[in-house]
T-cell receptor
Framework: NAGVTQTPKFRVLKTGQSMTLLCAQD?????MYWYRQDPGMGLRLIHY???????AKGEVPDGYNVSRLKKQNFLLGLESAAPSQTSVYFC??????????FGDGTRLSIL | GQSLEQPSEVTAVEGAIVQINCTYQ??????LSWYQQHDGGAPTFLSY????GLEETGRFSSFLSRSDSYGYLLLQELQMKDSASYFC??????????????FGAGTQVVVTP
């Protein structure tokens, strides 16, 4: 039972490049979330999904897009990476009113 | 909106007791959660207070007082492995998603021998 798996674990991009972060969960959870974590700022919600085929904006959505084509997967896309998007990205999933389960994070550097 | 405030760092010796406070300005929320995060690791759930009062889980306890806009996490019998960041989080009443959380900036707990 893997829980929440994020790929890749590390990535370095050049400004303007695009990439997709993948989050996969095997717990059949309806709710999935993408956060970014920056030093001294805790976790900030980027986008979230309340079920397959649905997505919604969180606190800091600009510069990111998401898709939830399959219930178990939640993809986070950066269309044109900027240095301000250098961060650690965490995915989480949740079942109804239970606690959120987090992946191990993706460390992304934009040069 | 929501604003959660926590101390940035707390240092204590092994075996001691540490209290991490979380104060908030909010228009209403479902409950207060606490998460632990070790350096480089994933946040993991510790405790949840839906109602006012104390919740105890082993060496860790969490407290909520809505009338005082205040909660805390209490770590007892501190161990070296408790060195980590601890985040409080609330689920706003206005959210359109059951689980959408807003996190505090986190408190770094440093346990010394």
């Amino acid at each position: 039972n893997a829980g929440v798996t994020q790929t890749p674990k590390f990535r370095v991009l050049k400004t303007g490049q695009s990439m997709t972060l993948l989050c996969a969960q095997d717990m059949n959870h309806e709710y999935m979330y993408w956060y970014r974590q920056d030093p001294g700022m805790g976790l900030r919600l980027i986008h979230y999904s309340v079920g397959e085929g649905t997505t919604a904006k969180g606190e800091v959505p600009d510069g990111y897009n998401v898709s939830r084509l399959k219930k178990q997967n939640f993809l986070l896309g950066l269309e044109s990476a900027a240095p301000s998007q250098t961060s650690v990205y965490f995915c989480a999933s949740q079942d109804s009113n239970q606690p959120q389960h987090f992946g191990d994070g993706t460390r992304l550097s934009i040069l | 909106g929501q604003s959660l405030e926590q101390p940035s760092e707390v240092t204590a010796v092994e075996g001691a007791i540490v209290q991490i406070n979380c104060t908030y300005q909010t228009s209403g929320f479902y409950g207060l959660s606490w998460y632990q995060q070790h350096d480089g690791g994933a946040p993991t759930f510790l405790s949840y207070n839906a109602l006012d009062g104390l919740e105890e889980t082993g060496r860790f306890s969490s407290f909520l007082s809505r009338s005082d806009s205040y909660g805390y996490l209490l770590l007892q019998e501190l161990q070296m492995k408790d060195s980590a960041s601890y985040f409080c989080a609330v689920r706003p009443l206005t959210t359109d998603s059951w689980g959408k959380l807003q996190f505090g900036a986190g408190t770094q707990v440093v346990v010394t021998p």
